[in-house]
């Protein structure tokens, strides 16, 4: 995105902003190339089912477009010789567009034209008042029986009222990193902006923070799983069996480490592997590309005219303090209000991989 659209961010509580598009060809005869690619810091998986590593994201956008894939364009499923585990996994449709609002996202696939950048950019324009650099960088030829896939999900999101800027300090095996969150005794209007979805001890709990537009971000504390799936599945499973209180109580804080991420994933093992629309027609995914972009810190504009703070009734106070400090490994997870399943996750372990870079 342009610089404007990130300093953007830096005012809103949260911009995501996921870009993804994919290049459909037909092909007379196989090509083998094959290699999977990741960062050297960081890994996108495709799929809310795949396999999870160290510091990894994943974002529904690119399930969308696969959906439109099998749906729309095939008219059946995906199939590779020899299958792949992560195509079987995208063939399921675990997201869909029940799992998200139409007016945060755009989509749509298209047979390849000269006008085709041009008629994304002003979709894009026109819905979302955004340019792409990524887009505005793709290189995009009018081939015969081509097809274009793209599409973008953006999110802006902010609390009621800003959390508190805390001290910096460690993270795991990191110093000097950046925290937000609450530590004075009196923030009542801050408390109200946080749910305990279930605590155990101090090094494996699971909150949700509220945004003023209802969407909610969990974090959990030493997630357990080798799935975002399995780890959702099990924040809800530790919830339902939770018995104590929801609230945070007087004298007790929150500490949640700020994230900068700006991530471009290539999956090349999807490209040039050939497969069918017809007993006659093979066609290969020669590019398959996700952008994505996400802040995370406390800031946010008061709000005082807007929302109307109800009483509050004074809960006596536990005698064990509860301590709400992710400062080791925890997992992410935001879900529009109403939905059941996040629209993007991530499993940080080392935080210091995901700080702002400064744009050019």
Do not use: H
């Not at 960081?42 to 529904?60: A, F, H, N, R, Y």
């Not at 950019?121 to 960088?137: G, H, M, R, W, Y």
């Not at 703070?309 to 006596?316: D, G, H, K, L, N």
């Amino acid at each position: 995105m342009k610089k404007s659209i990130i300093t953007l961010s830096c005012i809103m509580l949260i911009l995501v902003i996921i870009l993804v598009y994919g290049i459909i060809q037909k092909i007379n005869g196989p090509d083998d190339k094959d290699s999977d690619e990741e960062t050297e810091s960081k890994t996108t998986v495709l799929t809310l089912e795949d396999e999870i590593k160290d510091d990894t994201i994943w974002s529904g956008t690119f399930q969308l477009i696969w959906n439109d894939l099998k749906n729309e364009v095939t008219e059946q499923d995906i199939v590779f010789k020899p299958q792949l585990a992560v195509v079987e996994n995208l063939n399921k449709e675990m997201f869909t567009t029940d799992d998200i609002s139409e007016q945060y996202y755009y989509k749509t696939y298209k047979k390849m034209t000269s006008s085709l950048k041009e008629q994304l950019q002003e979709a894009i324009k026109e819905k979302f008042s955004e340019t792409s650099d990524a887009l505005d960088k793709l290189k995009l030829e009018n081939y015969d029986d081509t097809y274009f896939l793209y599409a973008m999900l953006k999110k802006e999101l902010k609390f009621e009222t800003a959390f508190e800027d805390l001290e910096n300090g460690k993270f795991a095996d990191s110093d000097d990193v950046e925290y937000f969150g609450i530590q004075s005794e009196d923030a009542q209007k801050l408390k109200e902006q946080v749910s305990v979805l279930y605590y155990n001890s101090k090094d494996d709990f699971a909150i949700k923070l509220y945004t003023k537009q209802e969407d909610g971000i969990i974090l959990c504390k030493n997630p357990e799983g080798k799935t975002f799936k399995e780890i959702y599945e099990g924040i809800q499973a530790k919830q339902e069996a939770y018995e104590g209180s929801s609230n945070l109580e007087k004298g007790e804080k929150l500490k949640i480490p700020k994230m900068f991420l700006k991530e471009k994933a290539e999956f090349r093992q999807l490209e040039n592997k050939p497969f069918s629309f017809s007993e006659d027609e093979k066609y290969i995914i020669e590019k398959a590309l996700q952008t994505i972009e996400f802040d995370l810190d406390g800031e946010g504009e008061n709000a005082e005219s807007e929302a109307e703070i109800p009483e509050i009734t004074e809960i006596e106070v536990q005698n064990e303090l509860r301590d709400f400090s992710l400062d080791n490994t925890f997992s992410i997870f935001l879900i529009e209000n109403g939905k059941d399943k996040p629209y993007f996750a991530g499993k940080i372990n080392d935080v210091t991989k995901f700080q702002k870079i400064e744009e050019e």
